[in-house]
């Protein structure tokens, strides 16, 4: 079976340039990329498996082709579950393990990331848009609603007043559109969408990796935790980096005048 998913994990060039980023692509162009429970099952296992291995930093995720990042689960899969499949497989959990993946993931989206599509993309922890990107919940066109967050993450994104109108009609948001409402962390010539993910990956990746973890998990939590909690994680993180040996490189480099060289620890 032709694989569903492809991975890179560029080996160091010369000019380190990519050191510590992983590329993963979703590779059903032929469909837009659409989202089977296969795709999905494949997606994660190589998400979990990037999230352990030491060489790897910083993932960026992006579809096949110029079409599409994702247009959504594949509807031909979709239209033949019924309450107890959708229950008794629940291949939607897996949503939740793309969530859990601790390093930093950055979503490139050219065309289409719409539905399960959007979702991904909002479950990424940035999103560089290509010009041609157009993101939308048209899951109301089908006869049902957003399944894997669209109603929430979107909705934290750009607000209630937008996303409803988004779900209600199953309209679709351009890149700049979506860059004002800050669904998108930038938006870049079309072509350009993937180099600049990279690119904005592995000046992550050279960045502190225990304090990248810690800023990561704690930025995600201001989604979730009322303010007090949140400022108390925050503040137990920053403390706990104080035991790294990063902290203390860094430091001495500032004062020292010097880069600094990380370890990791
Ligand atoms: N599922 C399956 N096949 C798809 C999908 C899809 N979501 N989207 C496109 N395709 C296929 C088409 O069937 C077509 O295949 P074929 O050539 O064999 O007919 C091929 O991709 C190219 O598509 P089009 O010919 O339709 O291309 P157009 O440029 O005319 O239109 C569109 C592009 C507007 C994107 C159109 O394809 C479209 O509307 N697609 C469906 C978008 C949609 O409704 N997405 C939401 C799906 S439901 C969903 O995501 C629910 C998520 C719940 C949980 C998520 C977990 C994954």
Not at 49 to 67: Q, Y
Not at 121 to 128: E, H, L, S, W, Y
Not at 133 to 158: D, W, Y
Not at 220 to 228: C, F, G, I, K, S
Request: glycine share 8%; charged share 25%; aromatic share 4%.
């Amino acid at each position: 079976m032709t694989p569903l998913v492809r991975v890179t994990l560029p080996a160091p060039s010369a000019s380190g340039d990519l050191d510590g980023v992983a590329l993963v692509v979703i590779d059903r162009p032929d469909v837009l990329n659409a989202l089977d429970f296969a795709l999905i099952e494949a997606l994660t296992d190589a998400l979990e498996v990037l999230d352990r291995e030491p060489a790897c930093r910083v993932i960026v995720l992006t579809g096949a082709g110029d079409r599409a990042f994702a247009a959504g689960a594949d509807i031909k899969e979709l239209a033949v579950q019924s309450p107890t499949s959708l229950t008794v497989d629940d291949d939607f959990h897996r949503w939740e393990r793309i969530k859990r993946i601790r390093k930093p993931l950055i979503a490139a989206v050219r065309g289409f990331a719409l539905g399960g599509g959007c979702e991904l993309a909002m479950t990424c922890d940035m999103i560089v848009a290509g010009e041609d990107a157009q993101f939308g919940q048209p899951e109301i066109k089908l006869g049902v609603m957003p399944g894997a967050g669209g109603t929430q993450r979107l909705t934290r994104a750009i607000g209630k007043a937008r996303a409803m109108e988004l779900v209600l009609t199953g309209r679709m948001l351009g890149a700049r559109e979506a860059e004002a409402h800050g669904l998108v962390t930038s938006v870049v010539p079309s072509e350009a969408t993937v180099p600049a993910a990279l690119e904005l990956a592995a000046r992550i990746a050279a960045m502190p990796p225990v304090a990248v973890l810690a800023a990561k998990a704690a930025v995600n939590r201001a989604e979730e935790l009322p303010l007090e909690a949140g400022l108390e994680f925050e503040r137990r993180s920053f403390y706990l980096l104080f035991d790294t040996e990063d902290q203390k490189e860094g430091m001495a480099a500032f004062r020292e005048k010097r880069s600094p060289t990380w370890r990791g620890r």
